[in-house]
Each structure stands twice: as C-alpha cells, then as structure tokens.
C-alpha cells in the first residue's frame, strides 16, 4: 500500500470520476484504493452481496472477483446470472474489472492473491476456516457477512491494524493499531461462535444453528431459538437490560428464512464502508462484530 507521500497515478479521466473521493479521502488513500483486488464469495447474489458489490465498486477498487458458492438466484438487483451481476458493475464504474469463477476450489485459488476477501454468509462456504487461515497467514484483511431476516451482522478479522485517524485537536493524522482476534479463535468450523458472551453474538450464534435446521414447523423453530437463546443469556450472565425479550427473538426467527432488503441494504452499507476503511487505511475499524436490529432500529458493535 502507499504512503501519504505517493505520487497518484491515476489516469486523467479517473481523477475527474474519482474527484469526490479524492477530497473527501485523500489522493494517497484513492490509490490504494485503485490497485485493491476484492474476492467476494459465498452467496454474491444475493441482496446483501449485491449490496456489497456496488458500494466497493463505486469506491472504485481496481478489480473486484466473484466467487459463486451456494449461491441463491433471482434475489439481487444487479441482475439474476452472474453474467448480469458483471455487467451491472461495469456499467456502474467502467473501471473496475470483474471476473466470475464457480465453486469453492476457485475461491481458494483467488484469495491468495487478495488484497481483502469479503464472505457472504457465515455458512455459505464449507471450506471457510480454510479461506480465514490463508487470509490470516498471507495478511489478507477477512470480512465475513450475513443477513437473516430482521437482523444482520458483519465480522472483521484484519490481523494486526494500523490505520490514520485525524486527531481533533491538532488535525495531525495520528497512526494507531489494533491486533484482531483470528476468525479460527471465534468461530468453529460450522461458522457458529465458539463461546459467544455478548448479546448480539448469542443471538447471531443461535441464529445460525436455527437456520441450519431442516424443520419446516416454523412455530417449532421460533420456539426453540427463544429458549436457546434465553438458555445462553443465564450462562454467560447477560444481565436484564442487554437481552432481547422473547417477543423479540421469536420475531427474529420467524422472519429467519427470508432476505428483507432494507436489512440487506443497511447491513450492506457498513459493509462495504468497512471494506474501503481497510483497503484506504484511513479511519478506525470495527472491532469486531457489528450486528444490526431492525426491530429496534439499532446498531451495535461487539468485541468477540
């Protein structure tokens, strides 16, 4: 990556595209962000990888590469194929190249070579502790996302983090660091939390092994997420104030089986803020768990 002192090599007509960005984050920061190389995996069809794609396309990375592993069809705005999801991110920014691959074995072929590798769904890819180790080995920045019906969450795994951030007094950038617990210390192999303590990861953690569920008795699952989570508030001592109601959770699990794309669209929004942060190098990241409430409206980060 470069440093403040770089020369920007953009083309002419890219500065005049990029003009925006380049005041808002500097040139230094939008070269960078120009020679980044995105893997996105997993369920890139969806709305949420949708959503994801044209945010990293718009901050205009260098190439962005489709990784389709149990993907879902017909959900996503950018079209039904792949073909058409290429299409619509090209004529959203002519300079970003796409590529389209199939199948895990491609992934891990790609990632390798990443400059960040961003996952759709926490159970979407089998080989994902595989894809997080080589992240972490090759210090490629790991971003795992996922929308389940009214809420969402998006984990950050970056290894050890530097980043600049303005100090408010003296308007000096000031570097900072941040060393990430590792996805392989946070998730088990079927990409559920091993020991989760706080509310949002319990409920994401439940959540997972829910929709894993074959049961078509939806009524039966509601039921069994409410007590399952309510049973990991008592061990783990959240108190009163921090847990979600029963009402609440059953609302989340009714709606589990569905994409509801304002969800997806929020959700995707941090998503991909949190993708340019890393490939710019400019702001504080999440550290590093977000997860979103749509019935309450909130927002919350937790440290895993």
Known sequence: MGTDGEALTLSTEEAAVYDRQIRLWGADAQQRMSTSRVV????????????????????????IILCSVNDVEGQGFLGDSLDEVRNSVQDINRFVKVDIFEGEEAAANEVKSSTAVCLIGFDSVPSIMSIAKSCRQGGIGLFVGECIGLFGAVFLDLGV???????????????????????????????VPKAPTAPGAIALGEMLRIKSNSSEDVEELTVAYARAVAEMYERTG????????????????????????PVSAIVGGIYGREVIKYLTGKDEPLNNLFFFDAIRSTGIVECM
């Open 161 to 191: 983090r530097s980043y600049a951030e303005e100090d408010k007094d003296s308007g000096r950038l000031i570097e900072k660091v941040i060393d990430y617990t590792s996805y392989a210390d946070t998730f088990d192999d079927m990409g």
């Open 40 to 63: 996105v995996v997993g369920r890139v069809r969806s709305n949420l990888g949708n959503e994801l794609i044209k945010n990293i396309c718009l901050a205009g990375v260098s190439s």
């Open 238 to 261: 959240v108190n009163g104030k921090q847990r979600l109601s029963e009402q609440h959770l059953r609302s989340f699990a009714h709606a589990a089986r569905t994409e509801v794309p």
